[in-house]
């Protein structure tokens, strides 16, 4: 990874970071905040599809439909999506007729669920309507709102001959006691919410109760709103603590973005002084075509030419009275990768598992222990603030440079084939193109776009093609300090 090293390259870099770390103090900043809240109400057929409505149904027998409920509105949300048959096309919701189903859900922010709705229409009609419609329960008026959401199915219903219709059974319809029971249990949700806790288990405890309820079971219902009531106590006081450590966590995140900019001021130099120690004792080999160089460039090349084998070290020595060691580090990492001299290692790995766990592999091992902290993050953000923003920061790393990255090293291992800003561009250029086609490829596989295949399709995928560059690189150096051995040989001899 030394072409990291390079000045343009840097100068992009140093950009990135200050957009990034931008993106984090605003996002601690607006942690928890939403700019637009909204719902999402959507009618799917009998396979949760869009699509495959029925068209025609008979009177009195079943058909099955799905609703869609997304919740974007910042916090836990109580949704009654109330479905009424009507006959006239001209009027718009909220329609005043009685429902003929009810269906209930509680559900956190950003999340979303699709219910299984058995509906059953009793009265043989052409081009009717049934029409979905969302209310959400308003905290300020202790009662159910229609907050402008609904969706519609043209349908006829067929009578069947000589059969009379059944007798209409109301689907989801609650009694007043129930009704007001869930509407406490919410409250409460919404208290511990407000404390910052973990509601997660309260609203999956809530949901089996409106599930309980609407199948008749009162009683169960009943007694799961008791313990839902007696959990709001501890959960809010972890939720307090919680809210504690995050204000913590945040004040951590802008002292770390000012240490990580006053750090990288402080090691632009002082990198390249601990590069010369790093490569003090290795070989520096002429190579040619330097013809144009001209200052400090040309007087190192022309040390080089004239002992053939010099090491690091001692030109860092002998030219110390006259340039700065930093400036001498950024001359001779210049013209290596400029392909005028070769920096030898006077103890190369000898066999690909050195080589894999040795410097010359640094890149690889970055970029994998990368995925593993990402994939890491990914799974324990719900812990903490400042590991959610980690999520964030690695999440777009492992998402925009680390694919790329990984096919152009595989595709590319020598160190002269691209320029540093040409492997930097070319890494993240990639990623974008092929993150999608994973995406595209993996909504055509039973597992579809999710976050666990998407996770393991994209890692699989980095850690062998980072595997295939180590391998490539290996087998370079081997040939590269081969061939270099000999020709030092040779001209020792002569």
């Not at 959990?231 to 006081?237: A, G, K, L």
């Not at 240490?259 to 070989?283: A, E, N």
């Not at 002269?416 to 994973?438: H, K, M, N, Y």
Request: net charge positive.
């Amino acid at each position: 990874m030394s072409w990291i090293l390079d000045e343009e390259v840097l100068a992009v870099l140093a950009a990135i970071l200050v957009v990034s770390i931008t993106f984090v103090v605003a996002y601690t900043i607006s942690y928890g905040r939403v700019v637009e809240p909204f719902s999402e109400l959507g009618i799917l057929g009998s396979k949760g599809r869009i699509g495959d409505y029925p068209r025609e149904v008979l009177a009195g027998q079943p058909f099955l439909l799905n609703v869609y409920v997304g919740n974007h509105e910042g916090r836990a949300t109580f949704y009654k999506i109330l479905v009424k048959h009507v006959y006239d096309p001209r009027i718009s919701p909220p329609i005043p007729v009685d429902p003929i189903l009810e269906v209930r859900t509680i559900l956190q922010h950003n999340s979303s669920r699709i219910i299984p709705v058995w509906i059953t229409l009793y009265e043989p009609a052409a081009r009717s309507r049934l029409i979905f419609e969302m209310w959400v329960y308003n905290e300020s008026i202790n009662a159910f709102s229609y907050n402008g959401r609904w969706g519609q199915l043209w349908i006829n219903v067929s009578s069947i001959p000589f059969i009379e219709p059944p007798r209409r059974i109301e689907g989801g319809i609650l009694s007043r006691y129930i009704e007001d029971r869930l509407v406490e249990g919410y409250r409460s949700i919404r208290r511990a919410e407000e404390s910052g806790g973990d509601i997660s288990d309260m609203v999956r405890l809530i949901n089996e109760a409106i599930s309980l309820a609407e199948t008749g079971r009162e009683d169960e219902a009943d007694r799961i709103i008791d313990m839902i009531l007696s959990m709001e106590p501890e959960i809010s006081r972890i939720g307090l603590e919680r809210r504690w450590i995050n204000t913590v966590y945040t004040a951590i995140a802008f002292a770390s973005a000012a240490s990580i900019i006053g750090l990288s001021i402080y090691l632009k130099d002082r990198v390249w002084l601990w590069w010369v120690k790093l490569h003090r004792d290795w070989r520096l080999a002429y190579i040619g075509g330097d013809s144009k160089l001209e200052g400090l460039d040309r007087v190192i090349v022309d040390r080089v030419r004239k002992s053939n084998g010099c090491i690091v070290g001692d030109i860092v020595s002998s030219l110390n009275m006259r340039y700065k060691p930093t400036m001498i580090a950024k001359a001779i990492h210049k013209l290596s990768l400029d392909g005028y001299i070769r920096l030898l290692d006077p103890n190369p790995p000898r066999n690909l598992l050195r080589f894999a766990l040795s410097r010359y592999n640094l890149g690889s091992i970055i970029a994998s222990t990368l995925i593993l902290v990402c994939i890491l993050c990914v799974y324990i953000s719900n812990l903490s603030q400042a590991i959610a923003i980690l999520r964030i920061m690695l999440g777009s790393i492992f998402v925009l440079f680390i694919p790329g990255y990984s096919l152009i090293e595989a595709l590319y291992p020598r160190r002269e084939d691209l320029s540093p800003l040409e492997r930097l561009a070319l890494s993240i250029g990639l990623s974008l193109a092929i993150v999608p086609l994973v995406g595209l490829v993996l909504n055509y596989t039973p597992w579809g776009i999710r976050l666990d295949p998407t996770i393991i399709a994209l890692s699989i995928i980095s850690i062998t093609l980072l595997s295939v560059s180590s391998y490539r690189k290996f087998r370079i150096l081997e040939l590269r300090y081969t061939g270099s051995n000999d020709n030092l040989g040779k001209s020792r001899k002569a």
